[in-house]
């Protein structure tokens, strides 16, 4: 397996364990429904989501890349 392949294998080996932890935590979910006025704080903003989302990425690969025990 040549290094291009080995590279495309752990990145979608990372985005899939992106996808099940943002999935199973609600990671990627704002605050929605509740009674106006008492939501418990503001909802996160779309760029802050992303950044928080890019930022749970680079954890998943370096996960991925981090060599056996």
Do not use: W
């Not at 418990?40 to 903003?45: N, Q, V």
């Amino acid at each position: 397996m040549d290094n291009l392949t080995a590279a495309r294998r752990t990145e979608d080996i990372a985005l899939d364990l992106l996808k099940f932890i943002a999935s199973t935590t609600n990671v990627s979910r704002g605050t929605g429904g509740g009674t106006p006025g008492f939501t418990g704080g503001a909802a996160p903003k779309g760029d802050d989501q992303v950044a928080h989302l890019l930022e749970l990425y680079g954890k998943c690969r370096q996960a991925v890349e981090a060599p056996a025990k």
